[in-house]
């Protein structure tokens, strides 16, 4: 049998393939990561450079081979061909970067009747597992973290840092999860926030890739969008009310960043947003 972890850069994924490991052993392990920087130049078009020390940490203490994809482009690339900006709704960086790779590394090396494959979501999530396992065949889909014995992130921390691994800094800075360097077009606007705060260089680098998108295009487009047309509170008061608040208009990156400058807190602070690049496309690798 062959078992095959997608292996992110995040703590579920380490953890998972250490299950992986001890339950099936490493000889027949394989740790599949997708790098979603391609032959870009920029530091901050790809992953953190602290995910990268973590995967290479963090495959070593597992064991099995490590799989590095890339495909060639990094996320920007991809929106320009695709002359498609993506957003929470459609996300064809993982498409294209992530999924596509790694069904074509599948497919390549891997016999479906002795294959299962592996992804790191838990038992909050086992709502998703059905629709993860019916995307990945005919190749067999579990996910470990779904099952007893049940751990929590704090648990899933603790255990990285008794094996003598640093935490990723992302984690550690308040991003909820270890990738894309703290950009994700599926990420919201506690996380713009965020990544403006820790990294205003990665900011200012995706910020000058929208508007140079947005030229290209001729569109208004924008990864985030705006629902606070009666400004912060009026936004807050809808969602302590259930409401869905206000048609949303696009939010560019810039006027964002501009809006924070003239109002700190003008911005939706539960708004994190979601990171599935292996489970929640119509084309999951």
């Known amino acids: 049998?062959?078992?095959?972890?997608?292996?992110?850069?995040?703590?579920?994924?380490?953890m998972?393939?250490?299950?992986?490991?001890?339950?099936?052993?490493?000889?027949?392990?394989y740790l599949v990561f997708a790098d979603v920087k391609g032959h870009a130049t920029?530091?901050?078009?790809?992953?953190?450079?602290?995910?990268?020390?973590?995967?290479?940490?963090?495959?070593a203490n597992v064991g099995g081979e490590l799989v590095w994809l890339v495909e060639g482009r990094d996320i920007w690339q991809v929106f320009k061909d695709n002359r498609f900006l993506g957003n929470s709704r459609l996300a064809n960086c993982s498409k294209f970067?992530?999924?596509?790779?790694?069904?074509e590394w599948l497919d390549a090396n891997c016999d479906p009747a002795n294959t299962t494959v592996y992804v790191g979501i838990d038992w909050t999530e086992s709502h998703r597992l059905p629709a993860i396992v019916n995307a990945y065949l005919p190749y067999k889909a579990e996910a470990p973290l779904t099952e007893a014995p049940?751990?929590?992130?704090?648990?899933?921390?603790?255990?990285?840092?008794?094996?003598?691994?640093?935490?990723?800094?992302?984690?550690?800075?308040?991003?909820?999860?270890?990738?894309?360097?703290?950009?994700c077009v599926r990420a919201g606007q506690a996380q713009f926030e965020l990544l403006l705060r820790e990294h205003p260089e990665r900011y200012a680098y995706h910020e000058a890739k929208e508007e140079e998108l947005r030229e290209y295009l001729g569109k208004d487009v924008s990864i985030l969008k705006d629902r606070a047309t009666g400004g912060n509170a009026g936004l807050m008061a809808d969602v302590k009310r259930g409401q869905a608040g206000p048609t949303?208009?696009?939010?560019?990156?810039?006027r964002f960043?501009?809006?924070?400058?003239?109002?700190?807190?003008?911005?939706d602070e539960y708004a994190f947003g979601g990171c599935g690049c292996f489970v929640d496309d119509e084309e999951p690798a």
């Open 150 to 183: 049940y751990l929590d992130k704090d648990d899933v921390r603790a255990a990285c840092e008794a094996e003598g691994i640093a935490i990723p800094r992302l984690y550690k800075a308040g991003f909820p999860h270890n990738n894309c360097g703290g950009f």
């Open 16 to 29: 998972t393939a250490k299950r992986v490991a001890e339950q099936h052993g490493t000889d027949n392990l």
């Open 42 to 59: 920029s530091p901050h078009s790809g992953e953190d450079e602290d995910t990268y020390r973590f995967i290479k940490e963090a495959a």
């Open 1 to 14: 049998m062959k078992h095959v972890v997608m292996f992110s850069g995040g703590l579920g994924s380490w």
């Open 257 to 267: 960043r501009e809006r924070l400058e003239e109002q700190p807190a003008l911005f």
């Open 97 to 103: 970067l992530k999924q596509q790779p790694c069904r």
């Open 248 to 254: 949303a208009v696009p939010l560019t990156l810039r």
